[in-house]
């Protein structure tokens, strides 16, 4: 039996072929999933404990709880602690940017561009000249080589730098330095160096430092000196040894890592679980092919085991060798994956991509179990085989009863919609239980499509195959029919396509009403003509410059700081009160924006929540400590563009660390035409290339634009899906040709040219995919609407339909159907017709 | 071979086809010339492998000679493309297979008109049914071929040979498949159709019965014409047969 079964696999090399490509691509893709997050993963850790390879304690001043840094005082003191043999300082100050000769920044919504002080202690700081001079005197800075590199600089020229604290500020460059002893270890992160001191004062960091890294004597204890360390600071202040440093850096990497591969898994699952249809319907069309063969098997003493043994066997060799091949791609495919995102925008540091013993097992079990399972009812299928079957003229496999297939696929369906349902509506413990609930939904759902599908073959056939039937002449006609032949096949063949273009179009749909909310609302609720935005916050003297222009009308500015409120830590914002309510339309419903300070606008929904209403007062906990009352002068309703709590900016440095902006809103003053008030804004604005000026369309487009991004990511692996789709078609059409044989040998000796029989099988296939896309996109139409409308009103209000798009993926299945016909309609127009008739 | 006066439907001459080379040779055809009269059914007779078939599909165009010509008409294959082969065939050639001469997705009409369906021509709607009516599908016409009992799928198969009036109707073995009742109703209406109707008729089969309803047998043997026979009863081609074996 198994050499039956080896010598069916040779002889059918090409429907092998076919059948591994799709468990091939599903495992190609976890593979890579696992090998580009566990080379990230090791690439992080060898890093960060590499960087802190020398550092046996760090101290962070507790600068996140109110702007604390530690003095050059303690560090002196550190110093002179027995066994401490290094220390220093270090100045880390986001959002400090330099200007190349061109006026260009490096990006600074991406990874973050730092002012450092230059301390010179490669031991605890890692940072090594390459070339030129270390910054020594007030006027001098050095650049990282890669922004050196990227920007257009040349040594001993000057350049403008900005920071938060220091605004706008020539230096000449004098050196280039790299992160990281022997290597580049940055990973995007871009740095400025300072002298000491210059960097104290231009960063804002108060003749202090952001963090003290230690090195200790090997021969000295280190817990004594951790605590004689600790015992010199302030209490808030932590004192980290070296491996919790290790933890705290890579902490954050890990919970991004966590979630990203979820998502890699999610999409790989979704590739197999579409590859699982293509090979049941290969399989299922094989046997119905074999029948004869397998009649005979039985009736010459073959038991029903052995037989499905036989199509088991196959399905294991196949899953084997697909998963083999898979994780060989795989490692191939992490490149491409790591290419596909940098290309997007994200930035991964270079490192080996290690293939584990994990990966190799997961993959394994997920390529040969969902081969077998896929194989499971044809197999079961092949055992029933009566030995009669060898005798009959015409046999071919009964296709299961409509009846049966009703209530199975209704009861599919039910429990289908039922877990979506309750995934959607219910109330669940946490994000990850929802989300296995609606998954299961959305798999049992599926497999329920696939159940009932064939049910609709024929007359959505009729409707889509009559304008072809009608223009594509006998061919055309032909091709019809021979699309309702089988409506299990043709439905098995389709529902690959209808998976993938279902869950494109769910994603576009919700993409698309996410997109009417947000712009509908902004556009509501934004009345400012221009806004301007930091990466971090704006600099010096840019809120008065731009206040001081006569183009320009009202002004108002917001910034915030996190403080404790009802014992819940939340995001207090200010901003201008006497001006917001011309520049941002909230819609207060109650109150009024009353200035003077001490007075707080809420959200209505947070007031409601916390029970409160105008003219009550609300206690604020400062990061400091303090304690705060403001009274609630006003609520609002729309909370597109402002935060829950909002108090005045004279209230500011009340409580927040640093008093900064990060966004400023404006509009022309009245009678300004808006190319002079864009004109003088842009003009102000000039000196600081890294600050974002938009008009409200500009603003609405770069929100879309987000969006859009997004969701062109989540389509490219979605994509997948419908490429396996395209495979799935070419399979059974390759399988359909060889099985009409003698038909097509008989057409063409009564007189059908090869051109009229490429145009058939093109046609069939065009039917047998458009079939796939609608069924797919209706589907696709109403998940998309039942999530939408599940999602809350104020991220998504209600579902938009893109009709364009949606008549795209038809479109595009259309293509789909003529890609796959080529190879199949190849060999039918090729077939000889001597062999094809002469009676076996 | 005997002069005739009426005109050839289809002829060859020094017609040979030979598959394989060197020791795994074999001559399916040794230089044949042969050709069939206008208006006649004749049958083409021979043991397995003496190359009955082999002629039949030279001559219809589906295969080519190794050396040698054939005509439909005054046209010589062997100068055709593959494309002009396939359009001959759909207007000069009729067929008539043993087996599978239906396409099971198209109704016993759709069946009859598919040359002309494929020729994108207009079939003659008056002859058509008159086809159909002579073969007594009149009722059957909707029908599939998997409604159909086998003697009734080789009467479409007939029609559709003859709905489009080809030059000459080639058949294969056209009652292998059927019980000899029904086997003799197909014969009698192929030998009507070229009584009474004109239509050329080349039949391969190994049937002396069936061969008994020709105008004329044509022997094969070994790739070569042996011997013929005119207006044959079935007894007379019975004997000629054993007289060859012997």
């Known amino acids: 039996m198994l050499k039956m079964t080896l010598r069916g696999i040779l002889n059918n090399k090409i429907r092998f072929f076919l059948t591994s490509i799709a468990v091939v691509l599903g495992v190609t893709f976890v593979v890579s999933a696992f090998v580009v997050t566990d080379g990230l993963r090791s690439t992080f850790g060898d890093l960060s404990s590499d960087i802190y390879s020398a550092r046996d304690l760090t101290v962070m001043p507790d600068g996140d709880k109110g702007g604390v840094f530690a003095s050059e005082e303690y560090l002196d003191q550190i110093a002179a602690i027995d066994g401490v043999t290094n220390v220093s300082g270090q100045i880390f100050a986001n959002q400090t940017i330099p200007v190349d000769a061109n006026g260009d920044v490096p990006d600074v919504f991406g990874p973050p561009v730092a002012g450092i002080n230059w301390t010179g202690n490669t031991e605890l700081d890692r940072f090594v000249l390459l070339e030129g001079e270390a910054p020594a005197s007030p006027t001098d800075f050095a650049l990282d080589v890669n922004t050196f590199d990227e920007g257009a600089y040349t040594l001993g020229e000057t350049y403008s730098v900005i920071s938060e604290a220091g605004g706008i500020r020539e230096f000449t460059l004098t050196g280039i330095f790299r992160f990281g002893l022997e290597t580049d270890d940055s990973i995007g992160a871009k740095f400025v160096a300072f002298e000491n001191e210059t960097a104290q004062s231009f960063l804002g960091r108060d003749g202090g430092y952001d963090e003290i890294a230690i090195a200790v004597d090997d021969a000295a204890n280190i817990d004594e000196v951790q605590a004689q360390v600790a015992g010199l600071l302030a209490s808030t202040d932590d004192v980290l040894s070296g491996e919790e440093t290790v933890e705290e850096f890579t902490e954050g990497f890990d919970s991004f890592l966590g979630p990203f591969r979820t998502i890699l898994l999610t999409f790989a699952f979704v590739i197999l679980f579409v590859s699982a249809f293509l090979i049941n319907n290969t399989f299922t069309i094989v046997i119905g092919q074999r029948i004869r063969e397998l009649g005979l098997l039985r009736a010459i003493g073959a038991g029903g085991g052995q037989v499905r043994r036989s199509v088991f066997t196959e399905a294991l060799i196949v899953g084997l060798v697909s998963t083999l091949i898979g994780i060989g791609l795989g490692l191939l495919g992490a490149r491409a994956l790591i290419a596909l995102l940098e290309s997007q925008g994200a930035d991964f540091p270079d490192g080996p991509l290690p293939l584990e013993p994990r990966t190799i097992v997961f993959a394994l079990l997920v390529g040969v179990l969902v081969t077998l399972l896929s194989a499971l009812l044809p197999a079961r299928r092949a055992a029933s085989i009566s030995p009669m079957e060898a005798l009959r003229e015409n046999s071919s496999l009964d296709e299961t009863r409509t009846g049966r297939r009703t209530l199975i696929g209704g009861l599919l369906a039910l429990v289908g919609i039922g877990a979506t349902a309750l995934g959607l509506f219910g109330s669940f413990d946490g994000t990850a239980p929802r989300l296995i609930v609606l998954g299961v939904g959305a798999v049992v759902a599926f497999i329920a499509v696939a159940v009932l599908s064939p049910l609709a073959v024929s007359p959505v056939v009729r409707l889509i195959g009559a304008p072809i039937a009608a223009l594509g002449g006998p061919a055309g006609k032909m091709a019809k029919s021979n699309a309702t032949r089988s409506p299990q096949r043709t439905a098995g063949t389709a529902v690959a396509l209808t998976i993938g273009l279902a869950l494109v179009t769910t994603v576009t749909i919700i993409g698309a009403s996410l997109k009417t909310t947000v712009s509908d609302a902004l556009s509501s609720s934004v009345t400012a003509d221009y806004i301007v935005f930091a990466g971090g916050a704006l600099p010096a003297g840019v809120v008065q410059s731009v206040e001081a222009l006569p183009e320009i009308g009202k002004v108002a500015t917001f910034g915030g700081d996190r403080v404790t409120i009802n014992g819940e830590e939340e995001s207090l914002d200010t901003l201008d009160f006497a001006t917001i309510d011309d520049l941002i339309d909230a819609d207060l419903t109650e109150g009024a924006w009353e200035t003077g300070g001490g007075n707080m606008v809420l959200y209505r929904e947070k007031a409601d929540e916390l029970g409160l209403a105008v003219g009550d007062t609300v206690g604020v906990e400062t990061l400091a400590g303090e304690m705060l009352d403001f009274s609630v002068s006003g609520l609002f309703d729309d909370n597109t563009f402002l935060g829950s709590f909002n108090v005045d900016t004279v209230d500011y440095e009340r409580f927040a660390r640093v008093a900064d902006f990060t966004t400023l809103v404006a509009s022309g003053a009245d009678g300004t035409m808006p190319e002079d008030a864009r004109a003088a804004l842009d003009s102000v604005l000039e000196p600081f290339p890294q600050l974002t000026v938009q008009d409200q369309a500009e603003f609405l487009d770069e929100t879309e634009s987000q969006i859009n991004q997004l969701l062109a990511i989540v389509n490219v692996f979605l994509g997948l899906a419908v490429l396996i789709a395209l495979i799935g078609i070419v399979n059974t059409l390759t399988l359909s040709v060889f099985e009409r044989t003698r038909e097509l040998g008989l057409l063409r000796a009564v007189g059908m040219t090869r051109r009229q029989m490429r145009r058939m099988v093109r046609w069939e296939s065009v039917i047998v995919s458009v079939f796939g896309a609608v069924l797919g996109v209706s589907l696709g139409v109403v998940f998309g609407w039942a999530i939408s409308d599940a999602i809350p009103d104020d991220i998504v209000a209600n579902a938009t339909f893109p009709l364009t798009q949606l008549a795209v993926f038809i479109l595009a299945a259309v293509v789909v159907g003529l890609l796959a016909a080529i190879m199949p309609a190849r060999r039918a127009a090729k077939l000889n017709i001597l062999d094809a008739i002469s009676h076996s | ?246």
């Open chain 2, 1 to 246: 071979m005997s002069d005739t006066m009426t005109a050839l439907a289809a002829r060859t001459e020094g017609a040979s086809k030979i598959y394989g080379t060197g020791d795994t040779e074999v001559r399916a055809l040794d230089d044949v010339t042969v050709g069939f009269n206008q208006g006649a059914f004749t049958a083409i007779m021979g043991p397995s492998g003496s190359g009955k078939s082999t002629l039949m599909h030279t001559m219809a165009g589906l295969d080519p000679l190794t050396k040698g010509n054939t005509f439909i008409g005054d046209v010589e294959l062997s100068s055709l493309s593959e494309k002009e082969l396939t359009l001959l065939r759909r207007e000069k050639v009729g067929f008539i297979f043993q087996a599978f001469n239906l396409i099971p997705t198209l109704s016993a009409l759709e069946n009859i008109t598919l040359p002309m369906d494929l020729a994108k021509g207009q079939a003659d709607d008056a002859w058509v049914e008159n086809v159909i009516q002579t073969v007594g599908l009149g009722d059957r016409k909707s029908h599939r071929p998997d409604e159909l009992s086998g003697g009734q799928q080789q009467r479409v198969a007939v029609a559709r040979a003859l709905a489009s009036k080809p030059q000459i109707i080639f058949a294969d073995e056209p009652t292998g498949n059927l019980d000899s009742r029904t086997g003799g109703e197909i014969l009698d209406f192929m030998r009507s159709a070229v009584r009474e109707l004109g239509q050329t008729i080349v039949m391969v089969t190994h049937d002396a019965v069936a061969a008994s309803y020709s105008d004329r047998v044509v022997f094969l043997a070994d790739g070569k014409i042996v011997d013929e026979m005119l207006d044959p009863t079935a007894d007379a081609v019975f004997d000629h047969i054993k007289s060859l074996g012997d």
